[in-house]
């Protein structure tokens, strides 16, 4: 399945008050090589394996293959994961036709928070809520792969 999205900053936090769900999010990364990553994740009480390709040049589309599995296996596979586990919380909030995922960071990405809108075509048209920032699509220091690697604090 090939993922087309966009990324942004958040710029102030009255999304919360509109979310429809939070969800805590704990994962790692098995491999985080720039044309491909294999992810591990576990949301609230549900495991995740996920293999995502290479992005297209503008950033907004690649492949994603995603898996669920037990939270026991999910709990193992962390412990084989590379160096920078991320811990998250997710809003999800229905704009219009579209749903936006913010991702509010802990640890050492603590002060990040960024929002995705996934697309059903590269130019679609989609209405920008009053909280979202800057685009950052693209923009490769804001992928959760390396955010891993360098967090949020350290730039």
């Known amino acids: 399945m090939i ?4 990324k942004f ?23 985080t ?15 995740f394996i996920t293999v995502k390709g290479k992005s297209n040049e503008a950033g907004t589309s690649r492949f994603e293959w995603e898996k ?15 160096k920078g586990i991320l811990e998250k919380c997710r809003y999800e909030i229905v704009s219009e036709n579209h ?7 802990y640890g050492d990405n603590e002060g990040l928070t960024v ?3 996934e697309l059903n075509s590269e130019n679609e048209r989609f209405q920008k809520p009053d909280w ?4 950052v699509t693209g ?3 804001y992928y959760n792969s390396q955010l891993s690697k360098k967090p949020f604090k350290a730039w």
């Open 132 to 135: 979202l920032g800057k685009e």
């Open 99 to 105: 749903v936006y995922e913010v991702d509010e960071f």
């Open 33 to 47: 090589d720039s044309n491909r990553t294999v992810r591990v994740r576990i949301k609230d009480d549900l495991g």
């Open 9 to 31: 900053l958040v710029k102030s936090d009255s999304y919360k008050s509109l979310a429809k769900s939070k969800t805590r999010i704990v994962q790692g990364f098995l491999n």
């Open 139 to 141: 923009e490769v220091k």
């Open 3 to 6: 993922e087309i999205e966009r």
């Open 68 to 82: 669920e599995i037990s939270v026991e296996d999910a709990d193992n596979l962390l412990e084989l994961c590379e």
């Open 115 to 117: 929002a995705e809108i």
